[in-house]
């Protein structure tokens, strides 16, 4: 039986990757340095996987599993060392942690004469997350190692979408192991990156170029979930379907991701009809009740997710690029300014640098935005009115607004 390493046994790890490998035929491991985790994969060998949806749940039974402790860097590299496949997902801010044990790994693997190609899949919210951990990899190498991991080892980037959520002790059930996942089960991954054989698993969708995903990924589905968390923050919703529930709100999300998909198709000469198909299939799993998504995780950790390359900034970037007026976008941004989450670091930041330099403070050292963007305009224009008590209902008219204006111009000239 082959192995798949699964470092990060979180619940993308366990809901989603780890499942599909197992279910694949992999024997699984995964590394985690959450002790009951472990300790309770190693004394079942198997966990349940809760499949959620409007229509009714199932269960499906994860097996050939076990855990191995991420704080035991020998046994950590021991299992990199002779793994057929591996995957991370530990979070962006966790993979510069990960890389002495990796790093670790794949010199006792070379050292016991192991050259077989090792294909590590990133499962992580990173733009060029392949870039990222080539070099803090790359970095901690000699020479010669250096040559085997540019000949031996492909970092596969990976777009995410599944969406799972925190697990509450109520969906837990009394069971660490326990997760909650939505149906759908696709895991595109860069056909380019891989070394050797690409292993044909079901759910697997190797595509070139990938770059396109990514970018459908983020500015798509994570723009158009973190709007939907920070329009629903207004509204005083606590969970994302509440949100989605709001007409405002949801015809917001909606044409603010036909935003990026126009951009998109026009940056990538992909047509602009499937993007759209796939913006209409988020927006109803969004909707999933069972899921029971919060406002407060999508929304959280805001410095990040208002960074230059990241899912709002980002997306505002592309269409300003493509010439695509982000009008609602931008009224996300402006939302999210006005988001709150008490005890989040990310959001913390943000709140003492808007507190400091206004909104042009944050738009200009976190979102990168340049004071000629016209980004930079809508975002001032509708943070003034929602700070001066003005409503979701109340932005979006001026969004329209905006459109019509817009209009108005491209007919005159």
């Known amino acids: 039986m082959k192995t798949f390493v699964q470092y990060g046994a979180g619940n993308i790890g366990r809901g989603f990757i780890g499942a599909v490998f197992s279910r694949a035929?992999?024997?699984?491991l995964f590394i985690d340095v959450i002790h009951e985790v472990i300790d309770t994969l190693n004394q079942r060998g198997r966990y349940v996987v809760e499949v959620v949806s409007p229509t009714g749940n199932r269960e499906e039974e994860i097996t050939d599993v076990a855990g191995v402790d991420g704080t035991d860097s020998d046994a950590v590299a021991q299992a990199i060392a002779h793994a057929d496949l591996m995957a991370t997902a530990v979070g962006v801010n966790i993979l510069p942690r990960i890389v002495p044990n990796i790093t670790a790994g794949l010199r006792r693997r070379w050292k016991e004469g192991n050259n077989e190609p090792l294909n590590i899949i990133i499962c992580e919210n990173l733009l060029d997350a392949d870039k990222f951990l080539r070099k803090l990899i790359s970095d901690s190498l000699d020479a010669q190692e250096k040559v085997l991991f540019e000949g031996k080892v492909g970092l596969v980037e990976a777009s995410i979408g599944r969406m799972v959520p925190v697990m509450t002790e109520e969906m837990k059930k009394g069971d660490c192991l326990r997760v909650c996942v939505e149906p759908y089960c696709q895991l595109p991954v860069d056909k380019a990156a891989f070394r050797g054989e690409i292993?044909?698993?079901e759910g697997l969708r190797p595509f070139s170029p990938f770059d396109f995903f990514i970018r459908r990924k983020l500015f798509v589905h994570n723009m158009g979930h973190a709007l939907t968390a920070y329009m629903g923050a207004l509204a005083g919703c606590e969970a994302i379907w509440q949100s989605m529930q709001d007409p405002t709100v949801q015809l917001m999300a909606q044409r603010a991701m036909t935003e990026?998909?126009?951009?998109?198709?026009?940056?990538y000469g992909v047509p602009l009809d499937g993007i759209l198909e796939h913006v209409d299939d988020l927006l109803l799993r969004f909707q999933n009740v069972a899921l029971g998504d919060t406002v407060a995780r999508v929304g959280r950790d805001l410095r990040r997710k208002l960074a230059s390359s990241d899912r709002l900034a980002g997306a505002a970037r592309l269409c300003e690029s493509e010439g695509i007026a982000p009008v609602y976008i931008c009224a996300g941004l402006a939302a999210a300014l006005l988001f709150d989450n008490p005890g989040d670091e990310g959001t913390a930041f943000v709140k003492v640098l808007l507190a400091q330099g206004g909104p042009d403070a944050v738009l200009g050292q976190i979102?990168?935005?340049?004071a000629g963007m016209k980004s930079m305009e809508y975002v001032r224009e509708y943070y003034a009115f929602l700070k001066n008590g003005g409503s979701a209902a109340g932005l979006f008219a001026k969004c329209e607004q905006a459109e019509r204006a817009?209009?108005?111009e491209k007919i005159v000239v």
């Open 260 to 267: 990026s998909a126009r951009a998109l198709s026009k940056h």
């Open 367 to 370: 979102c990168g935005f340049d």
């Open 199 to 201: 292993p044909q698993v």
């Open 406 to 408: 817009m209009l108005a």
């Open 25 to 28: 035929g992999y024997r699984v």
